[in-house]
Antibody, heavy 120, light 110 residues
Framework: QITLKESGPALVKPTQTLTLTCTFSGFSLSTSGVGVGWIRQPPGKALEWLALIYWNDDKRYSPSLKSRLTITKDTSKNQVVLTMTTMDPVDTATYYC????????????WGQGTLVTVSS | QTVVTQEPSLTVSPGGTVTLTCASSTGAVTSGYFPNWFQQKPGQAPRALIYSTSNKHSWTPARFSGSLIGGKAALTLSGVQPEDEAEYYCLLYYYGGQLVFGGGTKLTVL
């Protein structure tokens, strides 16, 4: 059974760096083809893909946010970490992590999401 | 910047059939974009429904189907149930590993 859970601060101040952790079980990030992605959703708005890390440590980022994002993995801890620099109130959103099985079977399992509010 | 476009809202009667579409600003959507579809109800995380155009997950109800229609990815619901009222998102895979979600379709069952 695959499960994922996001953790991190509920509130960050503008200009600060956000660090979110995705802790998962039921799969290994060392298995060929597997990946973990991050997706966010501002209140009342659409989903937005942020980043993806593959089993072989290859990484992909949303072009519009690439300069602010870093995704890393700790296979031994079954964790994926996303950092986003220079946070702004427009970054207020629910942040999800999700399991990727392959290029064609994307995000079949999702975490519950964590709401991050950016405010001074 | 690549934009994926969905109908903002659709309304369907219980028991009816409705088709949601997903278009790419880069041109026709083909199977190579591996269209994925997700359902999201208020206060919940998205749930995967369809992958790689037309493949269902083990938990996807039979009334949901995916296809390509007129250069777009499509999600068809046949025999709509009240519990199908939700927001639906498509996701496309672009060369190089970029992923883009559509803006979502709010489906009302009325």
């Amino acid at each position: 059974q695959i499960t994922l859970k996001e953790s991190g601060p509920a509130l960050v101040k503008p200009t600060q760096t956000l660090t979110l952790t995705c802790t998962f079980s039921g799969f290994s990030l060392s298995t060929s083809g597997v990946g973990v992605g991050w997706i966010r959703q501002p209140p009342g708005k659409a989903l937005e893909w942020l980043a993806l890390i593959y089993w072989n440590d290859d990484k992909r980022y949303s072009p519009s946010l690439k300069s602010r994002l870093t995704i890393t993995k700790d296979t031994s801890k079954n964790q994926v970490v996303l950092t986003m620099t220079t946070m702004d109130p427009v970054d207020t959103a629910t942040y999800y992590c999700a399991h990727r099985e392959s290029d064609y079977k994307l995000f079949d399992y999702w975490g519950q999401g964590t709401l991050v509010t950016v405010s001074s | 910047q690549t934009v994926v476009t969905q109908e903002p809202s659709l309304t369907v009667s219980p028991g009816g059939t409705v088709t949601l579409t997903c278009a790419s600003s880069t041109g026709a959507v083909t199977s190579g974009y591996f269209p994925n579809w997700f359902q999201q109800k208020p206060g919940q995380a998205p749930r995967a429904l369809i992958y790689s155009t037309s493949n269902k997950h083990s938990w996807t109800p039979a009334r949901f189907s995916g296809s390509l229609i007129g250069g777009k990815a499509a999600l068809t619901l046949s025999g709509v149930q009240p519990e199908d009222e939700a927001e639906y998102y498509c996701l496309l895979y672009y060369y190089g590993g970029q992923l883009v979600f559509g803006g979502g379709t709010k489906l009302t069952v009325l």
